[in-house]
């Protein structure tokens, strides 16, 4: 869908409103994406410590993706109301704390429930307030400012592990987990102070029958085939996101090449995101969607095909780039979908189901490790995946054109001044 043509461009200065919450947004994108990340850089040290199994581990992440879920849901509906600071600054205080609880851990029950509140009250309250609130302060160059926030989320994806297992190996685990908790409550708790909405946004009790312009099935319809679609799509990518370092390990590589190489994937992924979102921009959310998702899908299983590293390091590059871009297409397909006043609850459904997806795959790729004793089975698992995404998007974008598009033109707007 082409930006609208009557709206007037925001400024490209970096104190303009709309870029100052753009700049804040994507830090807070990225902090938060980057605690997820970093669970796979603890596995192998407290493997060692306390001798607990990779499916032991893998469901404390499938139960802080499930945290993610759920927390989203409700996250999600309060970022379209007068709550979204609250919402935000509360999360980003649970980070940070919760980082510092879990240098403490002794069981493996307190790793799991660190984790759940982690995602439930932590990273689940700035994912879709942060995706929905800049994507209403941006119009014309939405593409390209969901692809900036997005792409913070690859580079703390990939410098957040880094960073962690750097401290690691030089302070040990239980000291990596403090000062990063530390570090997240002095930097991330004022950036998130500063988050506030347009000072006019449209809101309503209900949503409207039909859909945005350029989409022909209603929101209800469109935000339960996006979620479908992002089911398939997250757990396809959770596999080697969760898993490529202890893969990289298996492989006889060391825990430092295996970060390396998630690094590579991260930092490649915030380009694949920014010139996703500006495709998108270009040729529409959906068509955009299903080029990153074929890029993910093509290249996901070879990640267990050898452990040479000159083969390793173009696949991270090549995968990065689409993995990376789904989230960018994905928030922009819901943006497209639905009217302004729904966007944080439909994007906190279609975040929740995204990250049972994302903790399906890290959970079940662990179990099949423990089963085979290998990798191969969880990553042709997360290329059959993969298809069954691109399966359901092909099935949508028919669903989509199958009409005349609807336009949302509700009789009695609610405009409300909400600044915060």
């Known amino acids: 869908m082409k930006p609208d043509q009557n709206t007037a461009p925001e400024p490209y200065h970096v104190f303009a409103p709309a870029w100052m919450i753009l700049v804040a947004s994507t830090i807070g994108m990225g902090l938060g994406f980057g605690v997820t990340s970093s669970f796979s850089v603890f596995m192998a040290p407290l493997e060692q410590e306390f001798g607990w199994s990779r499916a032991e581990m893998s469901f404390a992440y499938t139960l802080m993706t499930i945290g993610m879920a759920g927390g989203g849901l409700l996250w999600g509906r309060l970022a379209d109301s007068r709550h979204l600071r609250s919402v935000v600054v509360l999360g980003a205080l649970v980070l940070g704390t919760g980082l510092v609880v879990a240098a403490r851990i002794e069981t493996s029950l307190e790793l799991q429930a660190i984790s759940f509140i982690l995602g439930a009250a932590g990273f689940a309250c700035l994912f879709a307030p942060l995706a929905s609130v800049v994507g209403l302060w941006f119009e014309r160059r939405r593409g390209l400012a969901i692809g900036i926030l997005t792409a913070g989320g690859a580079l703390g994806q990939g410098f957040v592990p880094l960073a962690m297992e750097w401290g690691i190996a030089a302070l040990g685990w239980r000291s990596a987990y403090l000062w990063s908790g530390i570090a997240y409550l002095v930097i991330l708790v004022p950036l998130m102070?500063?988050?506030?909405?347009?000072?006019?946004?449209?809101?309503?009790?209900?949503?409207?029958?039909?859909?945005?312009?350029?989409?022909?099935?209603?929101?209800?319809?469109?935000?339960?085939?996006?979620?479908?679609?992002?089911?398939?799509?997250?757990?396809?990518?959770?596999?080697?996101?969760?898993?490529?370092?202890?893969?990289?390990?298996?492989?006889?590589?060391?825990?430092?090449?295996?970060?390396?190489?998630?690094?590579?994937?991260?930092?490649?992924?915030?380009?694949?995101?920014?010139?996703?979102?500006?495709?998108?921009?270009?040729?529409?959310?959906?068509?955009?969607?299903?080029?990153?998702?074929?890029?993910?899908?093509?290249?996901?299983?070879?990640?267990?095909?050898?452990?040479?590293?000159?083969?390793?390091?173009?696949?991270?590059?090549?995968?990065?780039?689409?993995?990376?871009?789904?989230?960018?297409?994905?928030?922009?397909?819901?943006?497209?979908?639905?009217?302004?006043?729904?966007?944080?609850?439909?994007?906190?459904?279609?975040?929740?189901?995204?990250?049972?997806?994302?903790?399906?795959?890290?959970?079940?790729?662990?179990?099949?490790?423990?089963?085979?004793?290998?990798?191969?089975?969880?990553?042709?698992?997360?290329?059959?995946?993969?298809?069954?995404?691109?399966?359901?998007?092909?099935?949508?974008?028919?669903?989509?054109?199958?009409?005349?598009?609807?336009?949302?033109?509700?009789?009695?707007?609610?405009?409300?001044?909400?600044?915060?």
């Not at 694949?272 to 299903?290: E, K, N, S, T």
């Not at 871009?325 to 922009?332: A, D, P, Q, V, Y």
């Open 193 to 420: 102070a500063l988050i506030t909405r347009p000072a006019k946004t449209v809101s309503g009790q209900t949503p409207p029958p039909g859909g945005a312009a350029g989409w022909a099935l209603p929101p209800r319809a469109s935000t339960a085939w996006l979620s479908t679609a992002a089911f398939f799509c997250c757990f396809c990518m959770a596999v080697p996101l969760v898993h490529v370092v202890p893969l990289m390990c298996h492989q006889g590589h060391t825990p430092a090449a295996g970060a390396g190489i998630l690094f590579t994937i991260m930092a490649v992924g915030a380009a694949g995101r920014i010139a996703i979102g500006m495709l998108a921009d270009r040729i529409g959310a959906l068509p955009a969607y299903m080029f990153a998702s074929l890029l993910q899908t093509l290249t996901v299983f070879w990640f267990v095909s050898t452990p040479e590293m000159a083969i390793i390091i173009p696949l991270a590059i090549v995968f990065g780039f689409g993995f990376a871009g789904n989230m960018t297409s994905l928030i922009l397909a819901v943006r497209e979908a639905v009217p302004a006043g729904y966007v944080g609850r439909s994007t906190g459904i279609v975040g929740m189901i995204a990250w049972l997806g994302m903790g399906a795959g890290g959970y079940v790729s662990g179990w099949l490790y423990d089963v085979t004793g290998g990798y191969a089975g969880s990553f042709a698992l997360a290329a059959a995946a993969g298809a069954a995404n691109l399966l359901t998007l092909v099935l949508l974008a028919r669903l989509r054109n199958a009409q005349a598009p609807l336009r949302y033109a509700p009789s009695a707007p609610l405009v409300s001044g909400v600044t915060r």
